[in-house]
């Protein structure tokens, strides 16, 4: 389908970036439609990686203050799976972000999804992967992670547990969410 560009401005260019367009876009009877006007928060892509303790039968997950959750009486703090901005190289990140936000290293990453997680006015798209870790893969032993601004607790959840999590808002990340789900499908087909 057809897709016209009228005009694209940079409306803001720092951290991220947001562009105003005017577009006309075919429509599902083949007209055009009228111009509208969109706007695209620009933040590049991101990676998400779902650590999981076979032995343990745990997730390892992350909680950190995230202010837009924190307005309109929001938890403020999330409990999440590690994730970062995407650069150069997918799994690279994913390996650093998990290093640096839990301690582990992670050398085998299985890619699980990707998703756009609000594609109304995002373009960001999350890259979901999954790793098995153990004990002896924790390098770094802190309960407290981060680096630069981050202030990051590790959780090590028993993944029995995170379904209730999820239904009574304690676990409300959606990349978070997503990768439970997929973890718990994953899990299910190991074992039939």
């Known amino acids: 389908m ?3 560009i009228k ?3 940079r ?3 720092g951290i991220f970036k947001v562009d105003k367009a005017i577009l006309q876009h075919e429509k599902f009877d083949g007209s055009m439609s009228k111009e509208i006007v969109r706007l695209n928060f620009n933040r590049g892509d991101s990676v998400a990686v779902l650590l999981y303790n076979k032995t343990n039968k745990s997730v390892v997950l992350v909680k950190q203050f995230r202010y837009p959750t924190y307005l ?3 938890p403020g703090w999330l409990i999440e799976c ?3 901005i995407k650069d150069n190289g997918e799994i690279s990140v994913a390996s650093k972000e998990a290093l640096e936000e839990t301690g582990y290293k992670v050398d085998k990453l299985k890619y699980l999804t990707q998703f756009y997680p609000s594609p ?3 373009s960001e798209r999350i890259f979901v992967y999954l790793a098995y870790v153990e004990a002896k893969d924790k390098i770094k032993k802190e ?3 981060g680096t630069g601004n981050e202030d990051i607790q590790v959780m090590e959840i028993p993944i029995s547990e995170t379904f209730e999590m999820i239904k009574n808002g304690e676990i409300c990340d959606g990349k978070t969410i997503i990768s439970l789900f997929f973890l718990r499908d994953e899990l299910a087909i190991e074992t039939t």
């Open 11 to 13: 409306e803001y260019d």
């Open 7 to 9: 005009d694209v401005k």
């Open 143 to 145: 309960k407290y992670m």
């Open 2 to 4: 057809k897709v016209i």
């Open 120 to 122: 109304g006015g995002c």
């Open 72 to 74: 309109d009486n929001g």
């Open 82 to 84: 590690v994730a970062g």
